[in-house]
Protein backbone atom coordinates (compact mmCIF):
# COMPACT_ATOMS: atom_id res chain seq x y z
CA UNK A 1 0.00 0.00 0.00
CA UNK A 2 1.43 3.23 -1.20
CA UNK A 3 -0.23 5.99 0.75
CA UNK A 4 0.07 10.07 0.11
CA UNK A 5 2.65 10.69 2.71
CA UNK A 6 4.46 7.99 5.08
CA UNK A 7 6.04 9.02 8.26
CA UNK A 8 9.76 8.89 8.84
CA UNK A 9 11.29 7.06 11.97
CA UNK A 10 14.92 7.07 13.66
CA UNK A 11 16.85 4.07 14.00
CA UNK A 12 14.72 3.09 17.54
CA UNK A 13 18.22 2.93 19.46
CA UNK A 14 18.50 6.37 18.65
CA UNK A 15 14.82 7.16 20.17
CA UNK A 16 15.54 4.96 23.26
CA UNK A 17 18.69 6.70 24.05
CA UNK A 18 16.58 9.69 24.64
CA UNK A 19 13.66 7.57 26.53
CA UNK A 20 16.77 6.20 28.95
CA UNK A 21 17.42 9.51 30.01
CA UNK A 22 13.12 9.77 30.54
CA UNK A 23 12.83 7.01 32.71
CA UNK A 24 16.26 7.99 34.77
CA UNK A 25 14.78 11.90 35.73
CA UNK A 26 11.43 11.07 35.46
CA UNK A 27 10.51 14.67 33.81
CA UNK A 28 7.84 14.01 31.42
CA UNK A 29 6.29 16.81 30.86
CA UNK A 30 5.88 20.76 31.99
CA UNK A 31 8.54 21.87 30.34
CA UNK A 32 11.61 19.40 30.79
CA UNK A 33 15.06 19.21 29.24
CA UNK A 34 14.50 17.54 26.29
CA UNK A 35 11.54 20.42 25.38
CA UNK A 36 13.64 23.18 26.21
CA UNK A 37 16.92 21.31 23.94
CA UNK A 38 14.45 20.72 21.17
CA UNK A 39 13.43 24.67 21.28
CA UNK A 40 16.79 25.42 21.27
CA UNK A 41 18.10 23.55 18.33
CA UNK A 42 14.99 24.59 15.99
CA UNK A 43 15.42 28.23 16.73
CA UNK A 44 18.69 28.10 15.56
CA UNK A 45 18.12 25.44 12.63
CA UNK A 46 15.22 28.43 11.79
CA UNK A 47 16.75 31.49 12.27
CA UNK A 48 14.01 32.95 14.73
CA UNK A 49 13.34 34.66 17.22
CA UNK A 50 11.09 33.06 19.99
CA UNK A 51 9.95 29.73 19.10
CA UNK A 52 7.33 28.02 21.45
CA UNK A 53 7.08 23.58 21.43
CA UNK A 54 3.31 23.31 21.47
CA UNK A 55 0.89 19.75 21.25
CA UNK A 56 -0.05 20.68 17.93
CA UNK A 57 -0.65 23.09 14.97
CA UNK A 58 -4.09 23.33 15.34
CA UNK A 59 -3.76 24.97 19.21
CA UNK A 60 -0.61 26.77 17.78
CA UNK A 61 -3.24 28.82 15.29
CA UNK A 62 -5.44 28.93 18.36
CA UNK A 63 -2.79 30.61 20.48
CA UNK A 64 -1.79 32.86 17.88
CA UNK A 65 -4.90 34.52 17.20
CA UNK A 66 -5.24 34.65 21.29
CA UNK A 67 -2.07 36.08 22.18
CA UNK A 68 -3.08 38.81 19.45
CA UNK A 69 -6.33 39.31 20.67
CA UNK A 70 -8.06 39.01 17.40
CA UNK A 71 -11.67 39.73 17.34
CA UNK A 72 -14.19 40.60 14.89
CA UNK A 73 -13.56 39.54 11.06
CA UNK A 74 -10.65 37.79 10.22
CA UNK A 75 -9.50 38.06 6.59
CA UNK A 76 -7.94 34.48 5.25
CA UNK A 77 -7.76 31.93 2.96
CA UNK A 78 -10.33 29.50 1.41
CA UNK A 79 -7.16 26.84 0.12
CA UNK A 80 -6.05 25.40 2.98
CA UNK A 81 -6.68 22.34 5.76
CA UNK A 82 -9.45 22.84 7.60
CA UNK A 83 -7.96 24.00 11.21
CA UNK A 84 -7.06 27.19 9.38
CA UNK A 85 -10.79 28.12 9.20
CA UNK A 86 -12.07 26.49 12.07
CA UNK A 87 -9.58 28.02 14.78
CA UNK A 88 -10.90 31.38 13.63
CA UNK A 89 -14.40 30.27 14.35
CA UNK A 90 -13.46 28.90 17.59
CA UNK A 91 -12.11 31.94 18.62
CA UNK A 92 -15.20 33.31 17.84
CA UNK A 93 -14.43 35.31 15.33
CA UNK A 94 -15.57 35.77 11.59
CA UNK A 95 -13.92 34.05 8.84
CA UNK A 96 -13.80 36.57 5.86
CA UNK A 97 -12.57 34.80 3.01
CA UNK A 98 -10.34 36.01 -0.05
CA UNK A 99 -10.10 34.15 -3.15
CA UNK A 100 -6.59 32.88 -3.84
CA UNK A 101 -4.11 33.64 -6.50
CA UNK A 102 -4.54 30.69 -9.48
CA UNK A 103 -0.57 30.74 -10.12
CA UNK A 104 0.37 29.33 -6.70
CA UNK A 105 -2.84 29.14 -5.12
CA UNK A 106 -2.02 31.47 -1.91
CA UNK A 107 -4.31 34.40 -0.97
CA UNK A 108 -4.70 36.71 -3.88
CA UNK A 109 -2.99 40.21 -2.18
CA UNK A 110 -4.76 42.45 -4.92
CA UNK A 111 -8.68 41.16 -3.49
CA UNK A 112 -7.71 41.53 0.20
CA UNK A 113 -7.99 45.52 0.58
CA UNK A 114 -11.50 45.14 -0.82
CA UNK A 115 -12.60 42.98 1.68
CA UNK A 116 -11.37 44.43 4.72
CA UNK A 117 -14.54 46.76 7.04
CA UNK A 118 -14.32 48.33 9.99
CA UNK A 119 -14.83 45.15 11.79
CA UNK A 120 -11.51 43.81 9.95
CA UNK A 121 -8.89 42.65 12.62
CA UNK A 122 -6.44 40.66 11.44
CA UNK A 123 -5.03 38.50 8.12
CA UNK A 124 -4.47 34.86 8.51
CA UNK A 125 -2.83 33.25 5.79
CA UNK A 126 -1.60 29.70 4.58
CA UNK A 127 2.09 29.03 2.92
CA UNK A 128 0.24 26.27 0.66
CA UNK A 129 1.73 23.54 0.01
CA UNK A 130 4.97 25.40 2.08
CA UNK A 131 5.29 28.03 -1.04
CA UNK A 132 5.28 31.44 0.48
CA UNK A 133 2.39 33.74 0.35
CA UNK A 134 3.15 37.31 -1.16
CA UNK A 135 4.31 38.63 2.33
CA UNK A 136 5.70 41.86 1.32
CA UNK A 137 2.31 42.90 0.45
CA UNK A 138 0.31 41.84 3.35
CA UNK A 139 2.68 43.48 4.92
CA UNK A 140 2.01 46.55 3.05
CA UNK A 141 -1.39 46.21 3.94
CA UNK A 142 -2.01 45.31 7.23
CA UNK A 143 0.22 48.59 8.09
CA UNK A 144 -1.79 50.74 6.02
CA UNK A 145 -4.77 49.04 7.99
CA UNK A 146 -3.69 48.49 11.45
CA UNK A 147 -4.22 44.72 10.54
CA UNK A 148 -2.47 41.90 13.03
CA UNK A 149 -0.45 38.71 10.63
CA UNK A 150 -0.66 35.24 10.88
CA UNK A 151 0.51 32.64 9.13
CA UNK A 152 -0.24 29.21 9.00
CA UNK A 153 2.83 27.87 8.08
CA UNK A 154 2.27 24.30 8.74
CA UNK A 155 4.28 22.76 5.85
CA UNK A 156 6.82 25.47 5.27
CA UNK A 157 9.50 23.96 7.73
CA UNK A 158 12.88 25.12 6.55
CA UNK A 159 11.51 27.30 3.48
CA UNK A 160 13.06 30.92 3.13
CA UNK A 161 11.86 33.59 1.28
CA UNK A 162 14.80 36.34 0.06
CA UNK A 163 17.40 34.09 1.96
CA UNK A 164 15.36 34.61 5.54
CA UNK A 165 13.03 32.02 7.32
CA UNK A 166 9.75 32.24 6.14
CA UNK A 167 8.97 32.28 10.16
CA UNK A 168 9.99 35.49 10.52
CA UNK A 169 7.33 37.05 8.62
CA UNK A 170 3.80 38.36 10.10
CA UNK A 171 3.31 38.97 14.05
CA UNK A 172 3.00 35.11 14.66
CA UNK A 173 4.21 32.13 12.88
CA UNK A 174 2.56 28.64 13.67
CA UNK A 175 4.11 25.01 12.47
CA UNK A 176 2.47 21.55 12.82
CA UNK A 177 4.77 18.79 13.67
CA UNK A 178 1.87 16.25 12.82
CA UNK A 179 3.72 12.73 11.80
CA UNK A 180 2.74 13.49 8.21
CA UNK A 181 5.10 16.31 8.00
CA UNK A 182 8.60 16.02 6.61
CA UNK A 183 9.72 17.13 10.40
CA UNK A 184 7.90 15.40 12.88
CA UNK A 185 7.33 14.58 16.86
CA UNK A 186 4.86 12.73 16.20
CA UNK A 187 1.95 15.13 17.18
CA UNK A 188 3.08 18.62 18.23
CA UNK A 189 3.46 22.11 16.43
CA UNK A 190 5.08 25.29 17.29
CA UNK A 191 4.18 29.12 17.99
CA UNK A 192 7.25 31.41 16.24
CA UNK A 193 7.53 35.54 16.87
CA UNK A 194 9.88 38.07 16.81
CA UNK A 195 7.96 40.41 19.04
CA UNK A 196 9.18 40.17 22.90
CA UNK A 197 5.96 41.00 24.48
CA UNK A 198 4.06 38.88 22.51
CA UNK A 199 6.47 35.91 23.07
CA UNK A 200 6.13 36.21 27.16
CA UNK A 201 2.43 36.63 26.31
CA UNK A 202 2.63 33.01 24.65
CA UNK A 203 5.14 31.81 27.12
CA UNK A 204 2.36 32.06 29.67
CA UNK A 205 -0.90 31.42 27.96
CA UNK A 206 0.47 28.00 26.76
CA UNK A 207 0.63 26.92 30.36
CA UNK A 208 -2.73 27.78 31.95
CA UNK A 209 -1.32 31.51 32.42
CA UNK A 210 0.73 30.44 35.48
CA UNK A 211 3.36 33.18 37.08
CA UNK A 212 5.13 30.54 39.18
CA UNK A 213 2.45 28.01 41.45
CA UNK A 214 0.39 30.13 43.18
CA UNK A 215 -0.34 33.13 40.74
CA UNK A 216 -1.29 33.52 36.98
CA UNK A 217 -0.38 36.42 34.19
CA UNK A 218 -3.67 35.92 32.75
CA UNK A 219 -6.02 33.30 30.93
CA UNK A 220 -3.64 30.18 29.21
CA UNK A 221 -4.70 27.05 27.82
CA UNK A 222 -2.66 23.48 28.22
CA UNK A 223 -0.43 24.03 25.18
CA UNK A 224 2.59 22.30 26.63
CA UNK A 225 3.91 19.38 24.62
CA UNK A 226 5.71 16.35 26.33
CA UNK A 227 9.42 15.12 26.96
CA UNK A 228 8.41 12.18 24.70
CA UNK A 229 7.30 13.98 21.67
CA UNK A 230 10.82 16.20 22.07
CA UNK A 231 12.31 12.98 21.80
CA UNK A 232 11.32 12.25 18.68
CA UNK A 233 11.60 15.68 17.34
CA UNK A 234 15.35 15.32 18.36
CA UNK A 235 15.70 11.96 17.06
CA UNK A 236 14.69 13.38 14.00
CA UNK A 237 16.71 16.64 13.61
CA UNK A 238 19.93 14.80 12.13
CA UNK A 239 17.80 13.47 9.57
CA UNK A 240 16.20 16.90 8.47
CA UNK A 241 18.74 17.40 5.84
CA UNK A 242 18.70 14.24 4.31
CA UNK A 243 14.77 13.92 4.24
CA UNK A 244 14.97 17.27 2.23
CA UNK A 245 16.98 16.25 -0.24
CA UNK A 246 15.64 12.61 -0.90
CA UNK A 247 12.03 14.37 -1.35
CA UNK A 248 13.71 17.23 -4.01
CA UNK A 249 15.22 14.21 -5.79
CA UNK A 250 11.99 12.52 -5.79
CA UNK A 251 9.69 16.18 -7.04
CA UNK A 252 12.23 16.00 -9.77
CA UNK A 253 11.61 12.53 -10.52
CA UNK A 254 8.02 12.99 -11.16
CA UNK A 255 8.23 16.43 -13.10
CA UNK A 256 10.32 14.67 -15.33
CA UNK A 257 8.39 11.59 -15.55
CA UNK A 258 4.95 13.39 -16.07
CA UNK A 259 6.50 14.96 -19.01
CA UNK A 260 7.97 11.74 -20.30
CA UNK A 261 4.57 10.26 -20.31
CA UNK A 262 3.39 13.54 -21.84
CA UNK A 263 0.80 14.32 -19.08
CA UNK A 264 -0.88 17.49 -19.24
CA UNK A 265 -1.01 18.75 -15.44
CA UNK A 266 -0.86 22.35 -13.80
CA UNK A 267 1.37 22.56 -10.80
CA UNK A 268 1.57 25.70 -8.40
CA UNK A 269 4.51 28.38 -9.18
CA UNK A 270 7.37 28.71 -6.79
CA UNK A 271 9.30 32.12 -6.98
CA UNK A 272 12.51 31.81 -7.79
CA UNK A 273 13.52 33.84 -4.17
CA UNK A 274 11.87 30.54 -2.39
CA UNK A 275 14.51 28.10 -1.21
CA UNK A 276 11.46 25.35 -1.09
CA UNK A 277 11.06 22.19 0.83
CA UNK A 278 9.38 19.89 -1.02
CA UNK A 279 6.51 19.25 1.37
CA UNK A 280 4.17 17.94 -1.22
CA UNK A 281 3.99 17.13 -5.13
CA UNK A 282 0.58 18.52 -6.23
CA UNK A 283 -1.29 18.39 -9.47
CA UNK A 284 -4.15 19.98 -11.23
CA UNK A 285 -6.19 17.79 -13.86
CA UNK A 286 -8.40 19.93 -16.12
CA UNK A 287 -11.42 18.40 -14.97
CA UNK A 288 -12.89 16.68 -12.32
CA UNK A 289 -13.83 13.52 -14.12
CA UNK A 290 -10.05 13.02 -15.30
CA UNK A 291 -9.47 13.03 -11.48
CA UNK A 292 -11.43 10.79 -10.47
CA UNK A 293 -10.69 8.35 -12.89
CA UNK A 294 -6.88 8.69 -12.46
CA UNK A 295 -7.76 8.44 -8.28
CA UNK A 296 -9.73 5.08 -9.08
CA UNK A 297 -6.58 3.63 -11.06
CA UNK A 298 -4.64 4.09 -8.71
CA UNK A 299 -6.31 3.12 -6.12
CA UNK A 300 -6.95 -0.26 -7.63
CA UNK A 301 -2.92 -0.67 -7.67
CA UNK A 302 -3.07 0.45 -4.34
CA UNK A 303 -2.20 3.94 -4.61
CA UNK A 304 -3.58 6.47 -2.61
CA UNK A 305 -3.38 9.81 -3.42
CA UNK A 306 -5.36 12.70 -1.49
CA UNK A 307 -7.67 15.22 -2.82
CA UNK A 308 -5.80 17.88 -1.02
CA UNK A 309 -7.41 20.89 -0.28
CA UNK A 310 -10.54 19.63 -0.61
CA UNK A 311 -13.33 21.01 -0.18
CA UNK A 312 -12.56 24.52 -0.50
CA UNK A 313 -12.94 25.81 2.97
CA UNK A 314 -15.86 28.74 1.90
CA UNK A 315 -17.96 25.66 1.11
CA UNK A 316 -17.58 24.33 4.99
CA UNK A 317 -21.25 24.14 7.41
CA UNK A 318 -20.48 26.55 9.68
CA UNK A 319 -19.03 29.55 8.07
CA UNK A 320 -21.13 32.34 5.53
CA UNK A 321 -21.48 31.25 2.39
CA UNK A 322 -18.99 32.72 -0.44
CA UNK A 323 -17.95 32.40 -3.25
CA UNK A 324 -14.38 31.65 -4.35
CA UNK A 325 -14.19 30.89 -7.68
CA UNK A 326 -10.81 29.99 -7.77
CA UNK A 327 -10.48 28.07 -5.22
CA UNK A 328 -13.26 26.46 -5.80
CA UNK A 329 -11.63 25.27 -9.14
CA UNK A 330 -8.33 24.15 -7.30
CA UNK A 331 -9.87 22.57 -5.01
CA UNK A 332 -12.14 20.08 -6.72
CA UNK A 333 -9.31 19.15 -9.60
CA UNK A 334 -6.19 18.73 -7.67
CA UNK A 335 -4.81 15.48 -6.60
CA UNK A 336 -1.22 15.26 -3.94
CA UNK A 337 0.52 12.55 -5.20
CA UNK A 338 2.30 10.29 -3.03
CA UNK A 339 5.63 11.97 -1.67
CA UNK A 340 7.95 10.69 1.51
CA UNK A 341 11.55 10.51 2.28
CA UNK A 342 11.94 6.25 1.08
CA UNK A 343 9.41 6.35 -1.94
CA UNK A 344 10.74 3.70 -4.76
CA UNK A 345 11.59 5.68 -7.62
CA UNK A 346 10.19 2.76 -9.47
CA UNK A 347 6.62 3.77 -8.19
CA UNK A 348 6.92 7.19 -9.32
CA UNK A 349 7.31 5.57 -12.82
CA UNK A 350 4.31 3.11 -12.40
CA UNK A 351 2.31 6.56 -10.73
CA UNK A 352 3.09 8.31 -14.02
CA UNK A 353 2.21 5.53 -16.51
CA UNK A 354 -1.57 5.13 -14.48
CA UNK A 355 -2.30 8.65 -14.55
CA UNK A 356 -1.17 8.91 -18.74
CA UNK A 357 -3.08 6.02 -19.32
CA UNK A 358 -5.81 7.47 -17.35
CA UNK A 359 -6.38 10.44 -19.71
Same mark, same amino acid.
Given at each position: MINVTKAFLPPIEEYK /????? @??ERVHLTNHGPLVNELELKLKDLLGVKHFFFINNGTVAIQLALKA? +??????????????????? %??WENATPVFVDINPADFTIDTAKIEQAITEKTTAILATHVYGIPCHVEEIERIAHAHNLKVVYDAAHAFGVKHNNT?????? +? %?????? *??? /??? *?TVEGGAV %???? +?????? %???????? *????????? @??INGKNSEFHAAMGLANLPYVNNILESRKMLSETYTRCLADNRVVVDRPTISEKTEYNFSYYPVIFKRVDQLLKVRENLNAASIYPRRYFFPSLNELPYVQKQR????????? /???????? *? +?LPVEIIYQICSIISKSL
Amino acid at each position: MINVTKAFLPPIEEYK /KYLDG @IWERVHLTNHGPLVNELELKLKDLLGVKHFFFINNGTVAIQLALKAL +DVKGEVITTPFSYVATTSS %IVWENATPVFVDINPADFTIDTAKIEQAITEKTTAILATHVYGIPCHVEEIERIAHAHNLKVVYDAAHAFGVKHNNTSIMNFG +D %ISTLSF *HAT /KLF *HTVEGGAV %ITSN +DALAHR %ISYMRNFG *HNGQEEFFG @IGINGKNSEFHAAMGLANLPYVNNILESRKMLSETYTRCLADNRVVVDRPTISEKTEYNFSYYPVIFKRVDQLLKVRENLNAASIYPRRYFFPSLNELPYVQKQRMPVAEAVAA /KVLCLPLY *H +DLPVEIIYQICSIISKSL
